[in-house]
C-alpha cells in the first residue's frame, strides 16, 4: 500500500492485525515522511531506529502467534515534555539541554508496553509555556497549514503542543502525546484540524512528566479522530502509585463505549463564552456545532458559569506560582545546563545558570510566581485565586445539574502567524480563554475539528464534560465529526 500514513490508529492497528501490510512498512512510511518535513521542526529527537525495533517486535510477535498489544504496529510521536529512558527530554529548554533519562515517564512506559513505536521527541513551547511554540530553544515549530490568500506567512500550529498537533496533520505521526495546562492539547488540535483531549485530572500519571504547574498539569492524545483519541486514552490512562494525585479508578472501555446517539443528553450553551466582539466565524461555527448535536438527539439549553471572566487572571497567577516552584530545582547543581563564570561563587552559578538556560516567556512566568508567592502578596493574589478557583468549579457543578456536556468554542480565533503577537505577551494569554476554566476544574475537555474558516484555516470546537464522564465527551465529538466531515488537510508545501 502507498498511503499508509494517510491512515488512522484503528486502520493500522486493524489492517496489520489483518495481514495487510506489516509494521516495518508502516514504521519506514512515516520514518520517511519525518525525514522529509523537517521544514516544519516538529521534532527535536528523531528515533527511526526505534519505531523500527518496535515495528519488528510486532512483525514477529504476529507471526508467531502472540498476543498482540494493543497498539502493536503503531508509531507515534511523544512530546519532548515526557523523559525516554535512554534518549534526550528537553522540554525544548536550553536547561535541559543533553538530558537523558534512565527512567521512563508512567505514560510512555504504558504506550510502549502496548507496542507502540516511537518516532521521536516532539517539539514544544519550553517548559509547555506559550500557545504558539514560539519559546521553544531549538526554533518555532511552523503549521503545515497555509492561508488561501496568496500569501505564504508561516502560521502557529498552537501551544504548547505545537510539534505534535503539526506532525499529526502533516502525517508525520498518526497520533502522538500532548500535555494540557490551560489549552495546550485542545488549542493546538483546533489550530491544525485535528482532535484531542484533556482527560479528567488524575486519569493519567504525571510521574516523568516534567512539571509547569502540577495541580492543572495532565497527559492526553492527540490523533486525527475521535476513536484514535479514545484508542490512545485507555492506554495511557491508569492509577499510579507513584503520583499522588492519581486516580485509583478502572479505566473504561471507552472505545468500544463510542456512539454518536445522543438521544436522552442535554448540552448547555454557556452565555459567557459568547462575549461581545467574538470572531463572526467563530461564532457561526459554534452555531453549526450546536446543530449538529440536536441532530444527533441532544437536547440544547443556556447555561450560565458567571466567574469565568474571572477565569483567565486566575490562571495566571496559580500556574506561574506552582511554575516558580518547580522551576526551581533547576539550579545547575544536579543536572541540565550549568554556566560557571571564573571565580563565580554558589550564588552566581545559580543566577548564570538560570540566565542563559531559560527563554524570555519562562522567565516572565518565574518572576510572576515568585511575586504572588512572595511575603505580603501571597494572601493578596494567589489565596484570593485558588478562592475564585472553587468558584469556577462550583460553577460548572451548578451547570452540570441541567445538563451532561457543554459546547463552545475552543479558541477566539483560528490560527496566526508566527510573530503575529509575540510582542504583546497579554495578546498571547487570551488564546487560552476558552480554555483555561476546564482546567482550572480539572473537567475532561476535548477539541474537534468543525471546518474552515475564509482563509481556508480549521475551526475547532471545544466540548467539556463532568469529571469522569471522558465517554459523554467522546461520543459527543464523535457526533461533531461524523456531521462535519472534516476531510480538509493542509497542502504539502514543506
Known sequence: MSNLTDLTVAEIRDGFRAG??????????FNANVAAAKALNAFIVETPDKALEAADAADKAKAAGETLGALAGVPIGMKDLFCTQGTQTTAASHMLEGFVPTYESTVSGKLWAAGAGMLGKLNLDQFAMGSSNETSYYGNVISPWRRNDGGNAALAPGGSSGGSSSAIAARLCPAATGTDTGGSIRQPAAFTGISGIKPTYGRCSRWGIVAFASSLDQAGPMARTVRDNAILLETMAGFDPKDSTSLDLAVPQWEAGLSSDLRGKTVGIPNEYRPDGLNEEISAMWDRGIAWLKDAGAKVVDVSLPHTKYALPTYYIIAPAEASSNLARYDGVRYGQRDLPDGAGLQDMYAATRAAGFGPEVKRRIMIGTYVLSAGFYDAYYTQAQKVRGLIARDFDLAFEQCDLLLTPTAPSA????????????????????????????????????????QGLPIGLQIIGRALDEQTVLNAGLAIEERAGFTARADKWW
Not at 510582542?423 to 474537534?448: C, I, Q, R
Open 20 to 29: 495487510d501490510f506489516s509494521a516495518r512498512e508502516v514504521a519506514e512510511g
Open 415 to 454: 490560527s496566526f502567524a508566527l510573530g503575529e503577537k509575540q510582542a504583546d505577551p497579554l495578546a498571547m494569554y487570551l488564546n487560552d480563554v476558552f480554555t483555561v476554566p476546564a482546567s482550572l476544574a480539572g473537567l475532561p475537555a476535548m477539541a474537534v475539528p468543525g471546518g474552515l474558516d475564509g
